[in-house]
């Protein structure tokens, strides 16, 4: 086996571990080897081999200001902890995964893997909560808030595989697999009892219908019958979504939730407010709760969850101030751009890249409107699977042989 093949399977692994709690020691094990075997190949072949991802330098000056925050933090111990497990840790998937998807059949080694990952980990959840709610809290799968923000990750890249394998003509019995993992994603988002992953999901599909449309404006793209089925499909996604929300909203105020005129976070937000009017350009330091002690004395009656921002914009102010969350959206906006980019190309492979990052953005900020769970196995995954979109979504070598620019990647 090649270093690259090895490389990428080092990479699927990696990314099938962060689908699952309890497996910190396994994953970063994983990254350690994958970090390894990354160096030897950019070695290798270092004329070959793009070596860092497009948005590298967006990503450094986010994370240098996130370093540089060490120094007014006030909790300094807890900042540098944090820096390690979000920032050098989710850099090495990034490039770890980026230099992985540069092999040759990258993706026939990712997909399968992470699928059968995917797919594990929904049955998984699903057995969880058909033992119990508490049950569910608790499980491999991650629990509700992991298991969802996984599902808003892996939904796009489900969905774009399947329009590609029709695009290219793939077997049906290859198809098949995408379909139903698309359909154990949406059964799994109910058992989650969450109400966000619905607006993510609906979110994501419309994002994936409305660029697919864009990419492709012929004639025949924008008749009559081709906007009413848009239409149809667009309503029906909302009205499923709404459908969603209503009936997840029942079951968890059975398990015992709060409706949502009762949701605390109306409450948590003005005081997270006014902690940012305090120190709007620093920030308390990078990492997240480090004013739990204080929310937490304050809103210890009201919910002992309350202790951190629940919101991802919220939660970059506190942490880094306002020059924090601007560089955290030039980051964003570079991902965006890239993908923006993809999805105008020629080939349906690299448009599918595209797209599935542009979505994947959007499932993960929606998902963090209510909570703040772009950390730990959600990042990496979020980084990792970045990384092999960004790979799998430009012109890359192989080999020591430079591919064509203007040639269709090969599935």
């Known amino acids: 086996m090649s270093v690259q093949a090895a490389l990428?399977?080092?990479?699927?692994?990696?990314?099938?571990?962060?689908?699952?709690?309890?497996?910190?020691?396994?994953?970063?094990?994983?990254?350690?080897?994958?970090?390894?075997?990354?160096?030897?190949?950019?070695?290798?072949h270092r004329s070959a081999v793009r070596v860092l991802p497009p948005i590298w330098l967006?990503?450094?000056?986010?994370?240098?200001?996130?370093w540089l925050s060490v120094v007014w933090s006030v909790e300094p111990e807890r900042t540098l902890k944090e820096l390690r497990n979000?920032?050098?840790?989710?850099?090495?998937?990034?490039?770890?995964?980026?230099i992985a998807a540069q092999a040759a059949n990258a993706a026939r080694i990712i997909i399968p893997v992470v699928g059968a990952a995917a797919a594990a980990a929904m049955i998984i959840g699903l057995r969880e909560f058909s033992i119990g709610w508490e049950r569910y809290l608790v499980g491999l799968h991650g629990g509700p808030g992991d298991h969802s923000s996984a599902l808003l990750t892996l939904a796009p890249g489900v969905v774009m595989t399947a329009w590609y394998g029709w695009r290219a003509g793939w077997r049906l019995r290859i198809q098949i697999p995408f379909w139903v993992l698309a359909l154990l994603i949406v059964i799994s988002a109910y058992c989650t009892l969450n109400r966000t992953v619905w607006i993510g999901l609906a979110m994501e599909v419309l994002l994936v219908g409305g660029l697919l449309i864009v990419r492709t404006p012929t004639p025949a793209s924008w008749n009559p019958r081709a906007k009413l089925v848009g239409a149809l499909v667009a309503f029906a996604m909302v009205a499923g979504a709404a459908i969603a929300l209503s009936a997840v909203q029942a079951k968890r105020e059975a398990v015992g939730g709060n409706s949502l005129a009762k949701d605390t976070r109306l409450a948590l937000w003005p005081e997270i407010v006014e902690r940012i009017?305090?120190?709007?350009l620093t920030g308390y330091g990078f990492g997240r709760g480090l004013l739990r002690g204080p929310l937490q004395g304050e809103f210890r009656q009201l919910d002992a969850f309350l202790w951190h921002a629940h919101n991802i914009f919220l939660e970059a102010l506190v942490q880094?101030?306002?020059?924090?969350?601007?560089?955290?959206?030039?980051?964003?906006a570079a991902l965006l751009r890239e993908g923006w980019r993809a999805t105008r190309d020629a080939s349906d492979l690299r448009a599918a890249c595209g797209i599935a990052l542009i979505a994947v953005v959007a499932g993960m900020l929606v998902r963090n409107m209510t909570d703040t769970l772009f950390v730990r196995q959600n990042a990496l995954l979020f980084w990792g699977l970045a990384g092999v979109l960004l790979a799998c979504g430009r012109p890359v070598y192989s080999g020591t042989q430079r591919r064509s620019r203007s040639r269709t990647a090969s599935p």
Do not use: K, Q
């Open 58 to 66: 967006a990503f450094l000056l986010w994370a240098a200001w996130a």
């Open 86 to 98: 979000e920032i050098v840790y989710t850099g090495a998937a990034l490039w770890v995964c980026f």
């Open 277 to 280: 009017g305090e120190r709007p």
């Open 8 to 44: 990428a399977s080092v990479a699927a692994m990696f990314l099938a571990t962060s689908l699952f709690a309890h497996t910190v020691a396994l994953r970063l094990a994983i990254l350690l080897v994958g970090g390894a075997l990354a160096g030897i190949a950019v070695w290798r």
């Open 320 to 332: 880094l101030g306002v020059p924090g969350l601007l560089l955290f959206l030039l980051l964003l």
